[in-house]
């Protein structure tokens, strides 16, 4: 007991040390402590009064890194916050409150990196109390998707910001998206994979499609004008796989297997039925019964990297996504003795012998099981004396 204590005080001192040095005017410095806390945040290591006390102050800190830092510093505050969202689970949307001014004013007028869009989707998917607030969040990262052909940043961007809507998508209802949001989106997914564009855009753009056919909500993604149905986005999917086989993307093995997955899936919404998939997690079954859970999963799991089993074996928030329940085991040790007694009966022996060895009255093994009944007989008296 005395071990965990003074060990609970010296992670805590760590804790507390790094949050003073995200003050120093050295960038250099801050960078090593924002490393530190990916690295303790990525394992599941915190501390629950450090978490308790000064959770809004390293937030208002990593802020500040991403309003006035630059490269390095930005990613790592913009990566801490979003494992801020996964790990402080239940001060998630307080985090997502303060986080959202600064993180949409630079969605909306800067140029975001890859870890700002991550960071902002994550504080959504863990903070956001209600699909109204899920669908702002997705918003923000839709009007950055259609600056994608605007200019060259975005453009560098865009495979992370439609990978980033999917996700959030994969969250929600397809009955309670609104009608008034997302009209187009089948159109421009459609645009992306006419287009000559780099593999991770079409690939995203393949993503987005197939999880668009799950929702079975496909007027709430068409314009009127063009109504796009379930076998042409099937039949465009189908053509863009098998182009991108012809190519040679060998040195892409990700790509190959995760487009012959979505080929998989699309074959399977052809006949209705639903994507499964397993996984073994330290010893416990992972189901994944739906493309979205599957869009989810690969999507934390990335994020999470080494440290996403950790999490899904101790964070109740994610494993209620993905209906996941760790079976421990827990041995008891007999409180009654029973008889085993061991015979060499060779083939020889007859029907009738075996029954005078196990069955008859004066058998030994008989025999044992009186003497180990009265023994536990009495165990049991002594305990009700006692």
């Excluded at 190519?247 to 998989?264: A, V």
């Excluded at 996504?321 to 079976?327: A, C, L, N, R, S």
Aim: aromatic residues 10%; hydrophobic residues 40%; charged residues 25%.
């Amino acid at each position: 007991m005395e071990g965990h204590t003074n060990s609970s005080k010296i992670l805590l001192g760590y804790f507390l040390a790094n949050l003073e040095i995200l003050f120093d005017k050295r960038a250099s410095e801050r960078v090593k402590a924002l490393s530190f806390n990916i690295q303790a945040f990525t394992t599941n290591q915190q501390h629950p009064k450090f978490m308790e006390n000064n959770l809004i102050t390293l937030l208002d800190r990593c802020l500040i890194s991403i309003t006035k830092g630059s490269g390095d510093e930005i990613s790592l505050a913009a990566n801490t916050i979003g494992l801020m969202a996964v790990t402080a689970t239940d001060r998630a949307h307080e985090l997502y409150v303060e986080s959202l001014p600064v993180l949409s004013k630079i969605l909306n007028h800067g140029s975001p990196c890859s870890k700002i869009i991550e960071c902002m989707i994550l504080l959504a998917f863990f903070g956001a109390k209600n699909c109204e607030e899920t669908e702002n969040s997705m918003q923000l990262i839709w009007e950055l998707i259609h600056k994608g052909n605007a200019n060259k940043h975005s453009l560098s961007i865009l495979p992370a910001a439609i990978s980033a809507w999917t996700f959030l998508l994969a969250s929600m209802d397809g009955r309670r998206l609104s009608y008034k949001y997302w009209q187009g989106a089948i159109s421009y997914f459609f645009h992306l994979l006419e287009e000559e564009m780099d593999e991770a855009i079409g690939h995203a753009a393949c993503e987005a499609l197939t999880l668009i056919l799950e929702t079975g909500s496909l007027e709430k993604f068409s314009h009127r004008s063009s109504n796009i149905t379930k076998d042409e986005i099937i039949e465009r999917l189908n053509n863009f796989i098998l182009k991108f086989r012809e190519q040679d993307h060998d040195q892409n093995q990700d790509y190959n297997e995760e487009l012959d997955f979505i080929s998989d899936v699309i074959n399977l919404f052809e006949d209705d039925d639903c994507p499964k998939s397993s996984i073994n997690i330290r010893g416990h079954l992972l189901t994944l019964s739906t493309y979205s859970q599957i869009i989810q999963f690969n999507y934390l799991k990335r994020f999470l990297g080494s440290g996403f089993e950790v999490h899904m074996m101790g964070n109740k928030l994610l494993q209620n996504v993905f209906d996941f329940t760790p079976k421990y085991h827990v041995h008891h040790e007999k409180l009654w003795e029973e008889p085993t007694v061991t015979y060499f009966v060779p083939e020889a022996r007859t029907k009738k012998t075996r029954q005078r060895l196990f069955m008859s009255p004066n058998s030994a093994y008989n025999k044992a099981r009186t003497q180990l009944l009265n023994k536990n007989r009495d165990l049991t008296k002594d305990g009700e004396h006692q």
